[in-house]
Nanobody, 123 residues
């Protein structure tokens, strides 16, 4: 089990950028595949992207591909979500989550979750 805490959310204008961070507790962070998800009011939680244990493999939802970048620093037990060219439809609460399998993209396949951080994009 790993404890996750997201930070970096806020209010930004359309076209702007934000970087979210997710800090993990424990010594086993590097053994987890890390994912980012988001949930807008009245909508289901959706996959944003994921990163492999070493950081060499990333995968993104089509809606964010080319605009969002996930990276990780295993020495700091932290995973990041760099969000550029933000749109109003990116407004949501963003969550990081941990899993054991790089092929997993569904929320139910992730075992540990943070509390989320709110991102609001004004148009």
């Amino acid at each position: 089990q790993v404890q996750l805490v997201e930070s970096g959310g806020g209010l930004v204008q359309a076209g702007g950028s934000l970087r979210l961070s997710c800090a993990a507790s424990g010594r086993t962070f590097s053994t987890y595949v890390m994912g980012w998800f988001r949930q807008a009011p009245g909508k289901e939680r959706e996959f944003v992207g994921k990163i492999s244990r070493s950081g060499s493999i990333t995968s993104y939802a089509d809606s964010v591909k080319g605009r969002f970048t996930i990276s990780r620093d295993n020495a700091k037990n932290t995973v990041y979500l760099q969000m550029n060219s933000l749109k109003s439809e990116d407004t949501a609460r963003y969550y990081c989550a941990a899993t054991s399998n790089i092929y997993y993209s569904a929320p139910r396949q992730y075992d540990d979750w943070g509390q989320g951080t709110q991102v609001t994009v004004s148009s």
